[in-house]
């Protein structure tokens, strides 16, 4: 395992420069420079005397629907005024430059899709896709009666946001393509997670499993920085273009 320091920069572009297939997990530290907050940050103001993780669950949904629901509607207001950075813009950049390159996502927020990135797979959804909680399918629009959470104009049954919450399990299609993707990569790259939510998490080990090289972008140490091959401590939005600048030389 190697440290960050400025110097690796040049044998990660070599890294990457001598191969094809390269697959990149993003998480929240990602959008951090968006102005998106992450899951650790402290929520702010009504937020603040609640734990993510306490509110993205069917549980709370079932115990308090509007809460719920209109905890989404505030991330969503942050979301919508929130703009690519360089490193999603960096990301886009590198699609373009590898054969066979897969963008994995934890992150709801549309920003990789925004910033040009086509290869994506979006592993816990999309927080501006609503869904029915009791059939399950995408709802597009519905009369807004002032009911928080709306209903079905379907069954009545009460809208949820689409997105995979804890306790959940992944749709196993995207769960297969995630697993396809980090077990046939050559480089395995995690950026801006704190890896420590599961199935996600256990990408990067099966990218090491398949001998892929395996790198971390993250602004702090994470379960997976002392198995990395390489651990780069910084900011995305600094690390990701100079890579790509490298490349492009
Ligand atoms: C599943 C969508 C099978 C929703 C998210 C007990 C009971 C039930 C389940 C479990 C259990 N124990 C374990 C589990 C499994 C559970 C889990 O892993 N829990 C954790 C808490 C231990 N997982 C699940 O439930 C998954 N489903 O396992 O199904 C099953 C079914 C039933 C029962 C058991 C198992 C589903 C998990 C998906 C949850 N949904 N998001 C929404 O958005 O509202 S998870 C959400 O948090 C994110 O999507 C992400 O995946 C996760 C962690 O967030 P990160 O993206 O990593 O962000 P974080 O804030 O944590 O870290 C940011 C990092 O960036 C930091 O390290 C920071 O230093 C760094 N950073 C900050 N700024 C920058 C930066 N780095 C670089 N540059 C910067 N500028």
Same mark, same amino acid.
């Given at each position: 395992?190697?440290?960050?320091?400025?110097?690796?920069?040049?044998?990660?572009?070599?890294?990457? /420069?001598?191969?094809?297939?390269?697959?990149?997990?993003?998480?929240?530290?990602?959008?951090?420079? *968006?102005?998106?907050?992450?899951? /650790?940050?402290?929520?702010?103001?009504?937020?603040?005397?609640?734990?993510?993780?306490?509110? =993205?669950?069917?549980?709370?949904? /079932?115990?308090?629907?509007k809460l719920v629901w209109e905890w989404y509607t505030w991330r969503r207001e942050i979301i919508k005024k929130a703009l690519p950075?360089?490193?999603?813009? =960096?990301?886009?950049?590198?699609?373009?430059?590898?054969?066979?390159?897969?963008?994995?996502?934890?992150?709801?927020?549309?920003?990789?899709?925004? =910033?040009?990135?086509?290869?994506?797979?979006?592993?816990?959804?999309? @927080?501006? /896709?609503?869904?029915?909680?009791?059939?399950?399918?995408?709802?597009?629009?519905?009369?807004?009666?002032?009911?928080?959470?709306?209903?079905?104009?379907?069954?009545?049954?009460?809208?949820?946001?689409?997105?995979?919450?804890?306790?959940?399990?992944?749709?196993?299609?995207?769960?297969?393509?995630?697993?396809?993707?980090?077990?046939?990569?050559?480089?395995?790259?995690?950026?801006?997670?704190?890896?420590?939510?599961?199935?996600?998490?256990?990408?990067?080990?099966?990218?090491?499993?398949?001998?892929?090289?395996? @790198?971390?972008?993250?602004?702090?140490?994470?379960?997976? *920085?002392?198995?990395?091959?390489?651990?780069?401590?910084?900011? =995305?939005?600094? @690390?990701?273009?100079?890579?790509?600048?490298?490349?492009?030389?």
């Open positions: 395992m190697h440290t960050s320091n400025p110097d690796l920069i040049p044998e990660i572009i070599e890294i990457l /420069r001598s191969n094809n297939r390269v697959t990149v997990l993003t998480g929240a530290g990602i959008s951090a420079e *968006s102005g998106v907050p992450t899951f /650790r940050d402290a929520q702010t103001g009504l937020w603040s005397k609640f734990q993510p993780t306490e509110l =993205a669950t069917p549980q709370a949904f /079932r115990q308090n629907p950075n360089p490193a999603h813009f =960096a990301l886009a950049e590198m699609e373009k430059l590898f054969p066979e390159f897969v963008l994995i996502t934890q992150n709801v927020d549309r920003l990789h899709r925004i =910033a040009g990135n086509e290869r994506i797979i979006e592993l816990h959804g999309d @927080i501006f /896709r609503t869904k029915c909680s009791v059939e399950n399918i995408a709802v597009k629009d519905w009369p807004d009666k002032g009911d928080i959470p709306p209903l079905c104009p379907h069954c009545g049954g009460m809208l949820r946001p689409d997105v995979v919450w804890f306790g959940e399990s992944l749709p196993a299609r995207i769960l297969e393509a995630a697993w396809e993707a980090a077990s046939s990569c050559q480089v395995f790259l995690a950026i801006g997670t704190s890896s420590v939510v599961e199935p996600a998490a256990s990408l990067p080990i099966v990218a090491l499993h398949n001998s892929a090289v395996v @790198i971390e972008i993250n602004s702090q140490d994470t379960p997976l *920085s002392g198995i990395a091959n390489y651990s780069l401590k910084g900011a =995305a939005g600094d @690390i990701l273009p100079r890579l790509v600048s490298g490349l492009n030389r």
